[in-house]
């Protein structure tokens, strides 16, 4: 028996699964007489007629095609592992990293991971899916995300997490309101005002029972899922909202300007975490994930504060 390659077996692969020379040429952006050569190649290698060539019918395989088949199946597979270890011992990281990020966050956080992994590990497929985090939660537990940026306060059981920043709430104002004038603000100065408050769970629970807990009901106007929606509202004077954290620059997207102010009253303590299912081992990714946002955004969450 002669020598075959991985190549010649990737080409055979791929004419079994698609019937064709030309449609598995497409496939593999090569030649069909390329294909046909490798097919040639290697049933020549192994002293066995693979396949059927059918005028109009496509290609048939043998049933010692069908063996060759299921085993080069296994050896490419095989072969990819290996590759795959190769990069991870030459430090190179590689595959799908699938974040999960709640919506407000998304903003702040997501550009600056993409970048990060775009320039230092570009091996590594940075993929985003934005949602409320109960959501969230539920597709990473079934493993259809690697890991979740959200805050701390919205995590449940079979959770664990990786601190990355600390946060605290604030108030947002026009500059012409009253209460901008305010170094800090008690939330009871509030309770005659309109709120323009998010609406995505667990966030809007949490702040509504902030509000409650200082003696009022709070005047909710409007909601939006939108944290921009709402900054650009409360900058035309309409209300005031309370968020978590402070983004950059203190202008909205048609470039009205707004207030922040610290609250006054002692608010339940949170920080933006990396969170993963509870007993898991975090990957290389992961870990370098983790890594790089308690260095890119660990300062600013503490700024905040």
């Not at 952006?29 to 059927?52: C, F, I, M, N, R």
């Not at 493993?143 to 600390?166: K, M, Q, T």
């Not at 409650?212 to 035309?236: L, Y």
């Not at 920080?271 to 260095?295: D, M, Q």
Request: net charge neutral; charged share 20%; with cysteine.
């Amino acid at each position: 028996m002669g020598d075959f390659t991985l190549r010649q077996l990737e080409y055979f692969v791929a004419v079994v699964e698609a019937e064709s020379v030309t449609a598995a040429a497409q496939r593999l952006h090569v030649s069909p007489g390329g294909v046909s050569l490798a097919l040639k190649e290697l049933e020549t290698s192994l002293k066995v007629q693979l396949t059927l060539r059918r005028r109009g019918k496509g290609v048939a395989v043998t049933p010692a095609g069908r063996w060759v088949y299921e085993h080069a199946q296994a050896l490419l597979a095989r072969s990819a592992d290996i590759s795959a270890a190769a990069r991870i011992v030459r430090g190179e990281l590689t595959g799908p990293l699938r974040i999960g990020c709640f919506s407000t966050l998304s903003p702040w956080l997501f550009p600056r991971i993409a970048a990060h992994f775009a320039e230092s590990h570009p091996g590594v497929d940075v993929q985003l899916v934005e949602d409320a985090s109960a959501v969230l939660h539920d597709r990473m537990l079934r493993g259809e995300l690697d890991v979740v940026l959200n805050y701390s306060n919205h995590l449940g059981p079979g959770i664990a997490s990786a601190e990355i920043a600390p946060v605290r709430l604030v108030l947002a104002v026009a500059p012409s309101h009253r209460l901008a004038e305010f170094d800090e603000v008690p939330l009871r100065e509030l309770k005659d005002e309109t709120a323009i408050l998010v609406a995505l769970q667990p966030a809007t629970s949490h702040v509504e029972d902030i509000l409650r807990s200082a003696g009022f009901e709070p005047r909710v106007r409007w909601r939006s899922a939108n944290v921009e929606t709402i900054r650009s509202m409360v900058a035309r004077g309409l209300g005031y909202t309370i968020i978590m954290g402070r983004p950059q620059g203190d202008r909205t997207y048609d470039g009205l300007p707004l207030a922040y102010r610290r609250i006054a009253d002692d608010v339940p303590p949170n920080s933006v975490v990396v969170a993963y299912p509870e007993g898991t081992i975090p990957t290389a990714k992961v870990s370098t994930l983790i890594a790089f946002c308690r260095h890119e955004f660990g300062k600013e969450g503490r700024q905040l504060l």
